[in-house]
């Protein structure tokens, strides 16, 4: 007996066209899950669901930021409906203020009063900077928002002196002149930094280094990076490697090693290259596929990274940060900078890199998807006074019980599909003991066409929620905030077990009773 399911995912017809899939008459596949319940492993870290905002396009101005005399409904110039979308994430921690432009970032630009803060260019991705928002707003946004701090410090074109000094403006308690300053700024007591990236991209943007001399520089500058003594532990991130650059990791363990608490890793999903990366809503099954390989792609390289660091630290002392990742697609012409839609596919790689994730806690602490709102794989879109939350935002509200939980393996026996050039397996899974006590599992039907039949073998009951759409390009507008939202899933086992029917092109995230 196949078992009972019931699951809404509203009454929208197929019809032709790019981007459209076939009826749910296809073909079904069949697919199994074993959940190992008495192997688990070490702790998901919350901070694997970090985020990432830099100063670029309308990531910060428009995106967080709109200042206290904006017509937008704002909390101290933070618009309200983003902040409000980002508490019900739960976000751990927030990457800022980049990327490349941290790499020309100057910390004293962006405090005092904002009439009289310095205007200069983006260095790297254009416009003009007025600092409006600068590091009061930045650790205020935080605050706000229920988060920890993740400040990427200029390592490319700044003093190692200067480079402290912002720790000691923000977290100092002596009287000191740094303290004296920021309370005349407005801030009393001090804020709290819980992580601290020395650098950032020091292979590229970051200064064009060798691994040997990036190295160097980090244990150099992180000797004057000393945090106020009521801050806590303060985590000072390496600048680390790219892809498949396993030897940057390689040196930078060897060399840098004993001064190290963890080193970031940066990956992009481009689904042809640099120069053609394709569009984020005009593809094809090819391109669908070929997107979802490449993502996956981050499982190898972890493997490999992994493998460079347990070389040089058989304890795993020091963490793995992949804190730049996600979907990387042309831009769309006259849009601001790195500003691209978000389709059913974002929601499909990204529950995929989760999974991975999952299966590397041993090493893998914290992660920042590239980024928060508006730019790249964005969580949020806004417009004027209007937003929208994207796909990927809701796979990351559907995957809010993995934070904190204990994982388990999960051993997957799936059939695959192609289309182009790569083939990928229809069934990924993850799975988890949560802080709540519930076995949580997360399903990805990469298929485009088909559903599959599940069969999971324990439980006797499944609830939770499925997000899917009638095409592959799905993608949520500011007229049509909902054609991707999650839905209502449950099933109860039959005769055979419990077993999950998974639409087609759906990530589906249950406790399992």
């Not at 289309?419 to 799975?431: L, M, N, Q, R």
Request: glycine share 10%; charged share 20%.
């Amino acid at each position: 007996m196949r078992t009972l399911i019931r699951w809404a995912l509203g009454a929208a017809a197929l019809a032709s066209g790019i981007g459209v899939m076939a009826t749910e008459a296809a073909a079904q596949v069949e697919a199994t899950v074993a959940i190992d319940t008495e192997q688990p492993g070490p702790v998901i870290e919350p901070a694997v669901y970090a985020q990432f905002a830099e100063h670029l396009g309308k990531g910060i101005y428009d995106g967080v930021w709109v200042g206290p005399d904006s017509p937008i409904p704002n909390t101290q110039g933070f618009r309200n409906d983003v902040v409000e979308a980002l508490r019900r994430l739960e976000v751990p921690a927030v990457r800022w203020p980049g990327g490349c432009f941290a790499d020309s970032y100057d910390w004293r630009d962006g405090i005092g009063p904002r009439d009289q803060r310095p205007a200069h260019p983006n260095f790297f991705w254009g416009g003009v900077e007025d600092n409006a928002f600068g590091t009061h707003e930045f650790m205020d946004f935080v605050e706000l928002i229920g988060s920890e701090a993740y400040l990427a410090g200029n390592m490319g074109s700044m003093e190692p002196r200067s480079m402290g000094q912002w720790v000691e403006y923000i977290t100092g308690t002596a009287d000191s002149t740094l303290t004296q300053q920021r309370r005349a700024n407005g801030r009393e007591r001090p804020w709290r930094v819980k992580y601290f990236g020395v650098g950032n991209e020091t292979w590229g943007c970051g200064g064009n280094m060798t691994a040997e001399t990036s190295a160097a520089m980090h244990s150099r500058y992180q000797t004057f990076i000393k945090a106020g003594p009521e801050n806590g532990p303060l985590i000072r991130v390496a600048s680390g490697s790219q892809g498949d650059d396993v030897n940057f990791t390689e040196v930078l363990m060897r060399d840098a090693g004993k001064h190290l608490d963890a080193i970031s890793l940066h990956y992009y999903t481009i689904r042809h290259n640099w120069d053609k990366k394709g569009s984020a809503t005009d593809f094809d099954e090819a391109g669908w596929t070929a997107s979802i390989a490449k993502a996956r792609q981050m499982d190898d390289y972890l493997v490999q990274h992994i493998a460079a660091m347990d070389r040089h630290d058989r304890e795993k002392r020091v963490a793995l940060y992949v804190d730049e990742w996600g979907n990387w697609f042309d831009g769309e012409p006259g849009a601001p900078a790195l500003y691209q839609q978000n389709t059913l596919l974002d929601a499909i790689t990204a529950a995929s890199t989760l999974n991975i994730f999952h299966r590397h806690t041993d090493r893998v602490k914290l992660t920042a998807i590239a980024q928060m709102v508006n730019v790249l794989q964005a969580m949020i879109l806004t417009d004027g006074p209007r937003m929208v939350l994207t796909p990927t935002y809701h796979v990351f509200d559907l995957y809010r019980p993995f934070q904190g939980a204990v994982p388990y393996p999960v051993g997957i026996a799936s059939p695959s599909f192609k289309a182009g050039e790569f083939s990928v397996p229809v069934i990924d899974a993850t799975a988890a003991r949560g802080k709540d006590g519930k076995l949580w599992l997360a399903l990805v039907n990469a298929d485009p066409r088909r559903s599959a039949e599940v069969a999971v073998g324990l439980g006797r009951s499944a609830t939770g929620r499925v997000l899917t759409a009638d095409r592959i390009n799905s993608h949520n507008t500011f007229d049509n905030p909902n054609a991707v939202a999650p839905r209502p899933y449950s099933a109860r086992a039959g005769r055979d077990g419990l077993t999950l029917e998974v639409p087609a092109r759906s990530v589906v995230v249950v406790s399992i009773d």
